[in-house]
Nanobody, 115 residues
Framework: QVQLVESGGGWVQTGGSLRLSCVAS????????MGWYRQAPGKQRELVAT???????NYADSVQGRFTVTRDNARNAVYLQMNSLKPEDTAVYYC?????????WGQGTQVTVSS
């Protein structure tokens, strides 16, 4: 079974930056969508950013212009560069791969932005 291992979460002050990484234990095809979701306390999980080779990345309106999602297909990895962080970005961030009609999820990494 494919495992997605995230890293790079942590604590940062408002306006700071963090870079999340996710590496898959098996091959992720370039045609498969990889990306990030997040879930804040008391809220539903929401899309942050996704990327599929050959297509423009997809961003939530709330992170457009601040976050950048990139992939390294040779490493089966996806990254999320987060700049100008705000307290409302505080959440558990999950790596995601769309496979077939379902999806694969990482265990999540906590991002906390203090005001």
């Amino acid at each position: 079974q494919v495992q997605l291992v995230e890293s790079g979460g942590g604590w940062v002050q408002t306006g700071g930056s963090l870079r999340l990484s996710c590496v898959a234990s098996e091959t992720i095809w370039s045609s498969e969508t990889m990306g990030w979701y997040r879930q804040a306390p008391g809220k539903q999980r929401e899309l942050v950013a996704t990327r599929r080779s050959g297509r423009d990345p997809n961003y939530a309106d709330s992170v457009q212009g601040r976050f950048t999602v990139t992939r390294d297909n040779a490493r089966n990895a996806v990254y999320l560069q987060m700049n100008s962080l705000k307290p409302e970005d505080t959440a558990v961030y999950y790596c995601y791969v769309r496979r077939g009609t379902g999806g694969l999820w990482g265990q999540g990494t906590q991002v906390t932005v203090s005001s």
